[in-house]
Structures are given as structure tokens and as C-alpha cells.
């Protein structure tokens, strides 16, 4: 793919599958986070408690609260992991 595009196409494509990774699951990783900061082992410390909680106080939007960053960092990591992937083929095949 990268002979016919030029080597962008790699990096396109590793960011975009970066970020399309990361937008379903980022709101279970924001639960996943927020029960591994409990203290004391609360008994209302599981997932589904805090995802509850979660949404009653602070509406959809806390899933989503620093997506951005995330974006950013997956974007270059997949882009680079891609590009370095397709160079590799390349050299090796």
C-alpha cells in the first residue's frame, strides 16, 4: 500500500485506527480507572456502582472527560507503529 501512496498512507491510516480504537472503549477505561482509585475497598466499589454514580453526578460527558489527550497520544503511537510495520514488510519481503 505504501508503494502506491507514499509512506503518508501508513501514517494516515495507523492514527485514524488509532483513535477508532480508543473511542468505544475509552468510557470503560474511565470506570475501570475511577474503581482501581477506591479507597479502602468501598462496598460500592464495583463497576456498574461507579459508572452509576458517575453518570448521576456529572451527566455523559465525564466518559468522555480527557478524551482528547488520548486521542493525540494513540494517534502518533499507532501512526508510527503502522508506519514502522509497513517499512519492515517492506525490507523483509
Given at each position: 500500500m505504501a508503494t502506491s501512496l507514499g509512506s503518508v498512507a501508513p501514517l494516515?491510516?495507523?492514527a485514524m485506527s488509532g483513535c477508532a480504537c480508543?473511542?468505544?472503549v475509552y468510557p470503560i477505561d474511565v470506570?475501570?480507572?475511577l474503581v482501581q482509585n477506591t479507597e479502602g475497598g468501598d462496598s460500592d466499589?464495583?463497576?456498574i456502582n461507579v459508572a452509576m454514580?458517575?453518570?448521576n453526578d456529572e451527566g455523559v460527558g465525564a466518559f468522555f472527560n480527557i478524551l482528547t489527550p488520548e486521542?493525540?497520544?494513540a494517534s502518533v503511537n499507532h501512526a508510527v507503529t503502522f508506519w514502522v510495520y509497513d517499512l519492515m514488510m517492506g525490507v523483509l519481503v
Open positions: 494516515v491510516c495507523g480508543w473511542i468505544p470506570v475501570k480507572t466499589g464495583n463497576a454514580q458517575l453518570y486521542m493525540l497520544r
